[in-house]
């Protein structure tokens, strides 16, 4: 006789995967594709995840780290983290074709930060080391001009002898909890510092990570469905676990460690903003395979937001 399977509540994030930003992106791939025939080259991941990689190679794009492994008369397309000023202005010395995936929330910051600099202050840029939207939006100013800060201890470290008119900029992927205390730290140090109106972090990072918190308060456990560089996906896990719900960010589903999930009453269920629907409905396949699984949409608030393609594409 087959033992009955035991039962399992899946609380799935809404919203959830795929925003504005990621969808745009990945249609400029394609229909660069359509526009050029193959090879289009990618400067970077057009969006940090492996499938959505990988479908696109499959169509013909070729993805790089530098613009000088592309070849003289093909295409580029810039990834959806922004890159620093010096790449388009390489690309235009080189005569090629560029199109311009760069979030049009992240090309908002580059303009910001080029206004702050127009209006003599010193930007203080909070986000993380070395990730790529990072590299591109300091490098849209002179260097010397802007400084990183990642923690609160960088808040206290930060030297601002010479520097008197400030301002401070964010990464749109951060922990909206850590950065709402690393900017109170910065006005508390530095009143007169100037901020944008609303936060840089985008609406997708803030709207998944309240969907998180709306469902973390019912789980047992959490699994989050994106790439471990992809930032606004670490951060998911990050708030389910300082809610106390152990979290684990997966790719898909065969990274499913079955021995950590044990056999929870509920699971949360919810997926980065660069990761594709298909892996969530993989990852449900994979649970209903062994658990007797019933599915609950829990909805944080409703998205609507589309970007504009480039013109160049659309005409
Ligand atoms: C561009 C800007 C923000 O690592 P991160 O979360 O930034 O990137 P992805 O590709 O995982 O998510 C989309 C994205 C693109 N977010
Ligand atoms: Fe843009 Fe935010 Fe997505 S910055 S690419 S809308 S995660």
Redesign the pocket.
Known sequence: MVSPKPPLHILIASPRGF????D??IKIVELSIERYGPPVYVRHEI?HNKFVVDRLRGMGAVFVDELDEVPDGRPVVFS??GVPKVVPAAAEARGLDYLDAT????SKVHRQAQRLIEDSRHILFIGHAGHP?VIGTMGQVEEGSISLIETLDDVAAFDPTGKERLAYLTQ??LSVDDTRQIVAALVNRFPDIRGPKAEDI????SNRQGAVKTIADRADKMLVIGAPNSS?SLRLAEVAERMAIPARLIQRASDIDWDWLGYPETLGLTAG??APELLVREVVDALSERFDVTEEEAAHVNED?VFKLPRELVA
């Open positions: 925003c504005a930003g990621v745009r992106a969006v959806a983290h979030c049009p929330l992240v939207e749109t992927t985008c609406y997708a990072t606004n903003a660069s937001m």
